[in-house]
């Protein structure tokens, strides 16, 4: 079983960072490719970056690529979303989320998806 814990939300101002965290308190995190996704209100669920379950693979959006960093420790089943040069449109609930053996060009897609943790606001002032 896979429980997916967000942390690290808050207000910032333009041009500030944060960074998120995603605890997995599962014992099989290493067999999962992990995702963020964030969703601004009145509009979808967006991709933002995902990694492979080595960590050898990271994918990006385009609007947050160069600002944004994921990474992931397997000894602490913990997933990061190191976030630079935030801006307005940045603004969302930021969702982590794993995707069992997920590789390549699914990791773009929400549908494919295992387990979603409850979100963490992010919002960024101008």
């Known amino acids: 079983q896979v429980q997916l814990v967000e942390s690290g939300g808050g207000l910032v101002q333009a041009g500030g960072s944060l960074r998120l965290s995603c605890e997995d308190s599962g014992r099989t995190f290493s067999n999962y490719a992990m995702g963020w996704f964030r969703q601004a209100p009145g509009k979808e669920r967006k991709f933002v970056a995902a990694?492979?379950?080595?960590?050898?693979?990271?994918y990006y959006a385009d609007s947050v690529m160069g600002r944004f960093t994921i990474s992931r420790d397997n000894a602490k089943n913990t997933v990061y979303l190191q976030m630079s040069s935030l801006k307005p449109e940045d603004t969302a609930v930021y969702y982590c989320?794993?995707?069992?053996?997920?590789?390549?060009?699914?990791?773009?897609?929400?549908?494919?998806?295992?387990?979603w943790g409850q979100g963490t606001q992010v919002t960024v002032s101008s």
């Open positions: 990694i492979s379950w080595s960590g050898g693979n990271s």
């Open positions: 989320a794993a995707y069992l053996y997920g590789s390549g060009r699914y990791l773009y897609q929400d549908s494919h998806y295992d387990y």
